[in-house]
């Protein structure tokens, strides 16, 4: 109903989450918002996201997972969470970096057991994610992509029917 369905052992944190939704057992959520009539069945992991309406999010799906500071001397914890490690107060940089990659998924998509959607990715409207599919790039609307790394594999329509769902449901390209 209008009030979200969130299973008891789920871990909402600073999220929004629409009316008509559904969160399935053992799901974590992290400054992220997930859209009216959208559900995600067990052990999905959301993070710094923004999931669109109508969104259907098999288990075990990782939308942006966290990723390791590279361009440092060692990728290792202890040169941002410091504390943890008695070296003093921890460095916000990467959390901040982190967030400032978030990704962004269309309405009406639907997302396979086990994918993994990368930092930054954006996934347009109508799109598909394979199950297993590793997405590290963008995914245009209405379309399948599987795979690791997720390629396309075709459209679920013409490109005429596509801007007219786009148009017609009130959709802009993301």
């Not at 009216?36 to 959301?46: E, F, N, P």
């Not at 199950?131 to 995914?139: E, F, H, I, N, R």
């Amino acid at each position: 109903g209008d009030v979200p369905y969130i299973h008891d052992d789920v871990i909402l944190r600073d999220s929004h989450i629409g009316t008509w939704t559904e969160i399935g057992h053992n799901s974590h959520i992290v400054e992220s918002t997930f859209g009216d009539y959208s559900y995600a069945a067990g052990d999905v992991s959301i993070i710094y996201a923004d999931v669109g309406k109508y969104c259907s999010i098999a288990s075990h799906v990782r939308i942006n997972p966290g990723n390791h500071p590279m361009w440092r001397v060692t990728q290792h914890h202890m040169t941002y969470r410091r504390k943890q490690y008695g070296m003093g107060d921890n460095d916000t940089e990467v959390f901040e970096w982190r967030r400032a990659n978030r990704v962004t998924i269309g309405h009406d998509v639907w997302i396979g057991h086990g994918a993994i959607i990368m930092p930054g990715v954006t996934v347009g409207h109508g799109a598909v994610i394979g199950s297993g599919a590793v997405v590290t790039k963008d995914v245009e609307p209405y379309t399948i992509s599987v795979g690791v790394a997720a390629k396309p594999v075709k459209k679920r329509f013409d490109d005429e029917t596509i801007e007219k769902l786009l148009n017609r449901l009130g959709f802009i390209s993301i």
